[in-house]
């Protein structure tokens, strides 16, 4: 006997009989009945490479050039089928959990569901809208970080954009552990779609990986015509399952229960308030709310979900926004509003790659947010330099991330000037500020308690911003300078850093060539509680220098000397051999 749902496919399928052949009717019949996918004459499979990167969270690369760049995801292979590391590839910022050990590390938000592992993601548009058959992945090095596939009904080439915009799960798995670094074609097996796309989203995890994940294209395979869907059968319910008794729930005490229901995910939250009234008392708690990261819902979150949620938020402490809002999801009205009336006695709150971010947002943010200490601008880079300023008004901030933001100087300056509470400072890749001498010199007279900065592919930054910071800041323990190229060894401005900053427990000096055994030696006889050490690309860095740093700082965990001229593989084997807690990092290029 046929099922609800089969009864309903078949009435469908009778319809649309009425315009074509009897045999195509009677195969379209057969099909249903046999609980088999029925399917239209054969169609020419399209196989098309990204044609644009639209959005993404991070890259390791600049702003102002294509190395590792996400933007190298357009187009065919750059380097596929060769491994190694290449500048040609797309690069996330980051890899492993030891950025999660790091002072700078946000709290993790509790409710997060386990099946979320995302950490950073990249949106690709190609030509044709086609009903996905194989999307594959051209992973160059270090493989194993994707752990989702999407696919949006939105055309983003389209002069009339739909209202609804739909995102569906092609793929998606846990993080993986590959035990190879060597080149590989992913293409995992992906659920049938029920519109036509040609806007794929591929989100990753690099905390399983032992150096940064490279990724070279991404092929669409699909067809133009549409395909006619599985049918499944319809799960059946016993009613004898279904009792009416609460199973004395009721006589427990109240803070019992809101211990139990804490446990609970958002989704399952919000269901179980449709149960009966007391559960709906205990879901619809403020409580329940202190905290909530509807990050993991970005694809659905809107103003309306906003608005549901608005009532119970009056406690809100922590908010995690990020990535949710993009293409009309979120308004301007729609976030006030729930700002205004949720945001009195916000502490934390974490708005990474939100797109529909404005001028007047941020405005709302600065005056309905007086206890801010926490704000995550990461990736915003479609807000206007202006909008920036409204940040000084947060003068309790203790941790701000501006980083890939189109933040200016004059903006900057102000916020210093205001929020002399800030801990933790990230202007990673903020190309709009013209010197950064004159930020750091603020720094150091505005923010002495400052723990940790990063200034990661800061342009201008010479050795005369890096003398006032170190001596300014002395309570620094995390520090980037990684790709900062303007900064010399031989004016002696890293042994003066080493001196200062004796806390250190973090150091990028990535790319830059000039760092030299005296700067080592510097770091092993002051910085004991060094625990991260970058000098990836140095060419006058020697075994003998490391080796009294290994033996200096025992916390060392990881120390990156990959492309150091004077290191190879046989030293670096050597050298974990001797120093086995230490991950010592040197990739390779084939």
Known sequence: MLTLLSMFYYICLRRRSRSGTRGEALTSRRAVESGQRATLPISVEVEQYAKEVLD??????????????MWNLAGMPNVYPSSGDFTQTAVFRAYGTWWEQCVSAPLPFRRTPKAFHSQDYIELAFEEPVYPTAVEVLETYHPGAIVQIMACSLNPFSQNPPTDV?????????????LTPQARQ??????QLSFPTNLIRVEVNSSLLKYYTELDAVVLRGQKERPILSLYKMPRIDICDLSDRNGYFDKLPYELIQLIVSHLTLPD???????????????????????????????RLSDTSLGHLQGRCTLLQRLNLSWTGNRGALTLTGFSSFMKACGGSLVCLEL????????????????????????????????????????SKLTRLRRLVLYRTKIEQTAMLSILTFCIELRHLNLGSCVMIEDYDVVASMLAVRCRSLRSLDLWRCRNLTERGLAELAAGCRLLEELDLGWCSTLQSSSGCFQHLARNLQCLRKLFLTANRTVCDSDIEELAANCPALQHLDILGTRMVSSSSLRKLLQACPKLLLLDVSFCAQVDARIVQELCGLFPNVAIKKSFTQ
């Open 56 to 69: 993404f969270s991070s890259h390791y690369g600049s702003e102002n050039s294509m190395s590792y760049t």
């Open 166 to 178: 739909r995102w569906e799960v092609l793929w998606a798995e846990e993080p993986t552990k590959v």
């Open 186 to 191: 992913f293409s995992p097996s992906i659920k």
């Open 269 to 299: 939250l919000c269901r179980l308030t449709q149960t009966c009234k007391l559960l709906h008392q205990h879901c619809c708690d403020p409580l329940q709310y202190i905290q909530l990261s509807l990050q993991p819902y970005w694809a």
């Open 352 to 391: 990474s790659c939100c797109h529909f971010l404005s001028e007047p947002c941020l405005e709302v943010i600065s005056q309905t947010c007086p206890g801010l200490q926490e704000l995550n601008l990461s990736s915003c880079d479609r807000l206007h330099p202006q909008a920036f300023t409204h940040i």
